[in-house]
C-alpha cells in the first residue's frame, strides 16, 4: 500500500469514528428534553435521560457538570465520557436569582 493511500484509509477511519462525536453537538443539560440528552449524551438512554430531567426539576437547574453523577443511573465516567459536549444554560443566573430572592435557599 503506498504511503498516501495509507495516509487516506487512516484520515477516513479517524473521520468515521470521530464522527458521531461532532453530530451530537453540545447539550443543555438544564434545558433539553429526555430525548435531547439521550440523542447527545454517550451512554445515556431514553429512562437514564428521564431521570436527568426528573432530576432537574425535583432540584432546580445543575450548577456544575459533576452533580450530574448525583442521578440515578449517571456515574462519574459516563460524565467524563461526555464532559465536552455538556453545556450547563443559564444556570449561575438562575442559583443567584433564587439565592438573592431566598438566602436560605443557598
Not at 40 to 48: A, D, F, I, Q, T
Not at 79 to 102: Q, Y
Request: aromatic share 4%; proline share 4%; hydrophobic share 50%.
Amino acid at each position: 500500500m503506498s504511503t498516501i493511500r495509507q495516509i487516506l484509509v487512516a484520515l477516513v477511519l479517524a473521520l468515521a469514528f470521530a464522527g458521531p462525536a461532532f453530530a451530537a453537538g453540545a447539550v443543555d443539560i438544564n434545558h433539553a428534553d429526555a430525548k435531547a440528552l439521550a440523542e447527545g449524551l454517550e451512554g445515556v438512554g431514553l429512562s437514564k435521560a428521564e431521570a436527568i430531567v426528573a432530576y432537574r426539576e425535583q432540584h432546580g437547574p445543575f450548577r456544575s457538570v459533576e452533580q450530574l453523577d448525583k442521578v440515578k443511573g449517571i456515574g462519574k465516567k459516563t460524565v467524563e465520557r461526555n464532559r465536552d459536549n455538556i453545556v450547563l444554560g443559564d444556570a449561575p443566573a438562575k442559583v443567584a436569582a433564587t439565592a438573592a430572592a431566598d438566602p436560605s435557599a443557598s
